[in-house]
C-alpha cells in the first residue's frame, strides 16, 4: 500500500491532483497514470459522489459502493488517494481506499462529519466553507483534534464574493497556517463561478496559474489542482479544471517558487 507523501513545513510542496469526480474505472486509472509521468509523487483526489451539484439532473459518480472499489484499486496500484465524504455513516468504508478523508466545503461545521472522519485515524482534509473566515476553521479543526486525530490538513478554495463569485485573501493562508497544520490551496475552485452557467457552476480556468503563483509564494504546503485531459467534456468541473497538458509547466514554475528563501 502506498504511504503519503510528506506535507508540510521543510517538506517539497504537495500536490493533490485528479478529476473532479470518478467518470469510470478506466478514466481515473489513466489520469493518475498520467500524472505520475508528469510530477512523479502525489496525492491522486477524485469523489465517489458529487452530492452538492447545482441541477438534479448533473452527474453525481458511481456511488459509494462502486466508488471505494474503484479508489481501493488505485491503492494497490501504489497511488496515494483523497476523497469526499459526505455523511457520518460513510467515513469508516471510505478510509478503508483512501489515505486521505476530505469534508467539503459546504460540510466544514458538520460536528459528526468532523468526529467521525477523526475516529478512522486517517488524515482528515477540511475544505474551508467560503463562507467561513480564516480564522474560524481552526473551530473545525479542532472537533477532529477532540478524537485524538491531530492529522489535519487546511483547505483554502476561495470566499463568496457577492453572488456568483468566489475570491482569495491571501492574507488567510498566512493565518492558517498560523495554527500549526499544513495549508493547502485549491487552485481550480477558487475560479469557480458558482451557478455561473445557471445549471451548473462555471470557471475561469485561465486564472488558475496566477493564483497558484500567488499562493505558493505566500507559503502554502500544498497545491490542489483538479485536471482532465478534456476539460470540455468533463463530468463535473469543467469549466474550472486545468489540461493536463498544462500541468507539467505549471508544476515546475510552482516547485522553483517555493525553494526560493522568501
Not at 473551530?139 to 476561495?158: D, F, W, Y
Not at 475552485?189 to 499562493?215: C, D, M, N, W, Y
Not at 500544498?222 to 468541473?237: K, Q, Y
Request: some cysteine; charged content about 20%.
Amino acid at each position: 500500500m502506498p504511504s503519503l507523501p510528506p506535507i508540510g513545513r521543510g517538506q517539497p510542496l504537495a500536490l493533490i491532483a485528479g478529476p473532479c469526480v470518478i467518470e469510470s474505472e478506466e478514466h481515473v486509472h489513466f489520469l493518475a497514470a498520467e500524472i505520475r509521468k508528469i510530477v512523479g509523487a502525489f496525492v491522486f483526489k477524485a469523489s465517489f459522489d458529487k452530492a452538492n451539484r447545482s441541477s438534479v439532473a448533473s452527474y453525481r459518480g458511481p456511488g459509494l459502493e462502486e466508488g471505494v472499489r474503484i479508489l481501493a484499486g488505485l491503492r494497490r496500484e501504489g497511488y496515494a488517494v483523497l476523497t469526499d465524504i459526505h455523511e457520518p455513516s460513510q467515513a469508516e468504508k471510505v478510509a478503508e481506499a483512501a489515505d486521505i478523508l476530505q469534508i467539503p466545503a459546504f460540510l466544514c461545521r458538520q460536528t459528526d462529519l468532523l468526529l467521525e472522519a477523526g475516529r478512522t485515524g486517517r488524515t482528515v482534509n477540511i475544505k474551508k466553507g467560503q463562507f467561513v473566515s480564516p480564522h474560524d476553521i481552526r473551530n473545525a479543526a479542532e472537533k477532529v483534534v477532540s478524537t485524538g486525530n491531530n492529522k489535519i490538513l487546511l483547505t483554502e478554495r476561495g470566499s463568496s464574493f457577492g453572488y456568483n463569485n468566489l475570491v482569495v485573501d491571501m492574507r488567510g493562508l498566512e493565518i492558517m497556517r498560523e495554527f500549526g497544520w499544513p495549508v493547502i490551496f485549491d487552485a481550480t475552485h477558487s475560479v469557480q463561478i458558482p451557478g455561473g452557467l445557471g445549471h451548473a457552476s462555471g470557471g475561469e480556468s485561465k486564472f488558475i496559474p496566477t493564483l497558484a503563483r500567488a499562493a505558493v509564494a505566500a507559503g502554502v504546503d500544498g497545491v490542489f489542482i483538479e485536471v482532465h485531459e478534456a476539460p470540455e467534456r468533463a463530468l463535473s468541473d469543467g469549466p474550472n479544471a486545468l489540461r493536463l497538458d498544462l500541468l507539467g509547466a505549471l508544476w515546475e514554475k510552482l516547485q522553483a517558487i517555493h525553494g526560493l528563501e522568501l
